[in-house]
DNA sequence: TCACGCCGTATTGTCGACAATCGGAGTATT
DNA sequence: AATACTCCGATTGTCGACAATACGGCGTGA
């Protein structure tokens, strides 16, 4: 239900997935050069489809085309991920506040339960943080959807959320944050069932600039690793 | 400058231009189905880069697609353009907010030249609301670039800016707003100048609700000659 | 030794033809 | 007369081959 899996339809939205999950989960380096013919091979289609589908990446900011010298998958820089959280923190902020005025009580409840969910899954294997990671982004998305404005799931759903993926595959092996933003998750929802939007709005806002300081760090270090 | 005409590159890019020209301009019309060989024959191209460029406009939202049954141009109707203008004046207030700290001086100053041309522009021929309302997207296209945030400013310019422009061929044709949204400008610029983002953003956000107001009137207007 | 230009190869861009699927007209049946 | 079924035309989806372009190695000359 959270990644959505169009193993039917055109070979074009078929290999879009496939490319999508090969890019975020790493499989396919930054950077690397995509290409046509050896993806297509691969894929068991014929190149036509397969350009359809990057044009679709791109529209995603997935992979970057250069006319007549092929797609490379992104490169998620700092600068690139600085902007990323920043716009995030705007409209998933925006969201917040919507979603306190527009969702249910049973939504907000389901969301609720999705954090008891949560809660269980860190305690019972505090490891495994990928599961998590996933989970944490279903929360973002439900509020995404709690807001009603289908732009903004739209942009917050299909691109950003891609790209977000990436970056936890990237950096949250090791992200030990998972503690502080279940409370920051609770919190929000505490708002949304006040009702209270700019409350919401504010706490969403705070839990990004803390999670974008948290990858910042870990940025530092790698960086100092690589130097 | 405003409306970069890639002329050149691939056939691909030729026609999602001119395709969302046509679209933006009302040539096709709204909800129109968009027939892949009749196009690519207009374009005097093969279908391939056809179906290339529709992908891509389905990335912009300028088109629906659905698999097995075409393409059609997207309608904007009243709930669309009201999720687009809240996700608008959240992008744009954020921009807003950077740009105050991060435009340079001259950059300030050539936002100011640009309405001055644009009151002149008003002042001789207060009918052509085109060309101002093109003028109109420059400014705020300016500031997004001003925010230095690069994500926003794809965001702003390549999608929301076509939907925008598509929006305003559909209304602004009478519409008599330009004066105080000049004035908003200029405030807007004067918070620019003073360095307080709060107050840009604020302006600004303000700015698009006001236009917004504005759109909303037009559409009821429309929808009450159409009953 | 380095710079420059040439050429072969690999890769992308494009086209035309074929297969799969959908929508609708027409007909038969109740 | 209404409904469901079938068949046909039109349109989309896909593939393979060809043309155009870019990249890299090689040789030549200063």
Redesign the pocket.
């Known amino acids: 239900m959270l990644v959505k899996v169009p193993e039917q339809g055109?070979?074009?939205d078929?290999a879009a997935h496939r490319l999508a999950q090969s890019i975020v989960t790493g499989e396919l380096e930054q950077g690397q050069?995509?290409?046509?013919?050896?993806l297509?091979e691969r894929f068991?289609?014929?190149?036509?489809?397969l350009?359809?589908a990057l044009r679709h990446l791109e529209g995603m900011r997935l992979v970057k085309?250069?006319?007549?010298?092929?797609?490379r998958v992104v490169v998620l820089d700092r600068k690139t991920l600085a902007d990323l959280y920043g716009v995030r923190e705007a409209l998933e902020g925006m969201a917040c506040r919507l979603a306190a005025s527009q969702m249910t009580d049973d939504e907000i409840a389901q969301l609720g339960k999705l954090l008891d969910r949560h809660e269980e899954q860190i305690r019972k294997q505090g490891g495994k943080v990928y599961a998590q990671s996933e989970g944490d982004l279903d929360f973002h998305f439900q509020i995404a959807r709690g807001s009603r404005n289908q732009m903004l799931m739209d942009m917050l759903g299909s691109e950003q959320y891609q790209l977000l993926r990436m970056c936890r595959y990237r950096t949250s092996r090791n992200a030990q944050r998972t503690k502080p933003a279940l409370n920051q998750h609770r919190q929000i929802v505490q708002a949304l069932q006040q009702r209270d939007g700019e409350l919401a709005e504010l706490l969403m806002r705070r839990h990004i600039q803390g999670a974008w300081r948290s990858i910042s760090e870990m940025i530092d270090k790698e960086e100092k690793e690589t130097a």
């Open positions: 055109t070979l074009a078929v050069k995509l290409n046509e013919a050896e297509a068991g289609m014929g190149r036509g489809p350009r359809e085309r250069i006319p007549n010298a092929g797609a």
